[in-house]
């Protein structure tokens, strides 16, 4: 399974000096809850988070938590139980309906450096450069393709017509999934 490299978190003494000096680097500023501040390098899959609250550790993002979860543990590593953040905090099992962003499981290597395994299946607003849509692997692509082929058998179903652009339906929701913004319909 692919496990991607999405967020290293840095600690800061000063968020708000930290963030006018990225973005001076031409860094995207990313959209994320008010409690973090994210930025991404241009060209850059990953990601440099930081906040009052933060310690420095690693993101890691699986579209599958479970199977990250059972390779990790098939591999020796101590990864927790798989976990989403409740009302109350962390709380067993994944996100309610699998919610995108949502699940984790956590480990440490031998040196004691965390690490968060995210279960990302869809991407946020602001998260992706639209213009600069790609995939890590083959593997990637191929399940973008049968994530669009379904919506897109739903879409047909939808308009009771066979759509001869199909490609060109496939390749705007593609890149509309990875830029998390509107799929089309």
Do not use: C
């Amino acid at each position: 399974m692919d496990q991607k490299l999405e967020v290293v978190v840095i600690p800061v003494s000063d968020a708000e000096r930290a963030k006018e000096f990225y973005v001076r680097l031409g860094w995207r500023l990313d959209e994320t809850p008010p409690t973090v501040v994210q930025l991404t390098p241009p060209g850059s899959g990953a990601s440099v988070q930081f906040g009052p609250t933060l310690t420095a550790k690693g993101y890691l993002v699986v579209e599958d938590i479970e199977a990250a979860h059972d390779e990790l543990a098939g591999a020796g590593a101590e990864a927790t139980g798989i976990f989403h953040l409740g009302p109350e905090g962390p709380a067993p099992g994944p996100a309610p309906e699998r919610r995108s962003y949502g699940s984790f499981v956590s480990f440490s290597d031998p040196d004691g450096n965390q690490w968060l395994v995210q279960e990302v299946t869809t991407r946020l607003p602001g998260r992706v450069d639209a213009a600069a849509t790609t995939f890590a692997s083959a593997d990637d692509l191929a399940r973008a393709m049968r994530r669009a082929e379904a919506a897109h058998g739903d879409h047909e179903k939808r308009t009771g017509v066979r759509d001869e652009n199909w490609s060109d339906w496939y390749a705007s929701y593609m890149v509309a999934e990875q830029a998390g913004t509107e799929l089309p319909t």
